[in-house]
């Protein structure tokens, strides 16, 4: 499926579940995630490959994996909040919305109609985002509460948009100037070289301690295989930490532990 931008509350969905936030900054806590499909960009490590291109129906599952409802593609935003709704046990227990891909933010209408109406019964929301396009990004930021941003490495891309690194930096002005809760997770892998890494470095010094910024050594996939050696990372977190940033060595939980 391309990349098609709608204006219309609706958005193809790849699956939506109940589950434990697998990494960043709400990691280990219970999250409803809401995934949607299509996303411009390939990232060697990419472990969602499966939103690449919407299914026919997706399913709504709860913390147990049991599925409870399934719905036709695409699906209007009031049609899910209106399940959601009917199914008060579902979120009980819950705090945290994780609106994630693919790439969320192509589908403005959905994004804004899903985060006001969680925002409205009492759930916090969380964005997951390539942060490829302020553009897509800016019209959602007074919803949400807290952004996953990324900064994707050259040596980590097979394909991406020119200016990639600068719709990063524009993104995160952005949502600091939002007054959102925002963190910067960089995945990293032995193709990251250390002059990739300090520029990128050069570029974020200006924002400060404003944001987390998360080293996130590279889950492998069947794609990708090249794990950083434990000496890089640690070279490249003291590089972090001597520069001034609040950054952070982080894992991917949820493939340790099984989850979904
Ligand atoms: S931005 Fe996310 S969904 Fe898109 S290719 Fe990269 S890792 Fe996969």
């Not at 999250?31 to 490590?45: D, H, K, Q, S």
């Not at 948009?161 to 990293?188: E, G, I, Y």
């Not at 794990?227 to 001034?244: H, Q």
Request: net charge negative; glycine share 6%; with cysteine.
């Amino acid at each position: 499926m391309h990349a098609v931008r709608t204006d219309s509350g609706v958005a193809p969905l790849v699956e939506a579940f109940v589950s434990v936030q697998g990494e960043g900054c709400l990691i280990g806590r219970p999250t409803f995630f809401v995934r949607t499909a299509g996303c411009p960009l390939r990232c060697t490590y990419c472990d969602t490959t499966e939103s690449y291109r919407a299914p026919r129906t997706f399913g709504l599952r709860a913390l147990d994996g049991e599925t409870l409802r399934t719905f036709e593609n695409p699906c209007h935003v009031d049609e899910f909040v209106s399940a959601i709704d009917a199914m008060p046990d579902l979120l009980r227990s819950v705090e945290w919305v994780s609106l994630t891909g693919g790439e969320p933010t192509l589908w403005t209408d959905f994004a804004l109609g899903l985060a006001t109406r969680m925002r409205s019964r009492g759930l916090r929301m969380h964005l997951e985002t390539a942060s490829d396009d302020v553009g897509r990004l800016r019209p959602l930021l007074p919803v949400f509460d807290s952004v996953a941003m990324d900064y994707k490495l050259e040596g980590t891309l097979d394909r991406a948009p020119n200016d990639l690194q600068s719709q990063h930096v524009a993104c995160l002005d952005a949502a600091l100037r939002a007054d959102l809760r925002v963190h910067v997770k960089v995945v990293l892998t032995d193709a990251v070289v250390d002059r990739v890494w300090h520029t990128m470095l050069d570029r974020l010094r200006s924002f400060g301690r404003d944001f987390v910024l998360i080293l996130q050594p590279v889950t492998p996939t069947p794609n990708e295989q090249r794990r950083l050696p434990t000496v890089r990372l640690l070279a490249m977190l003291k590089s972090a930490l001597d520069a001034g940033f609040d950054a952070r060595v982080l894992p991917q939980i949820h493939p340790l532990l099984g989850f979904a």
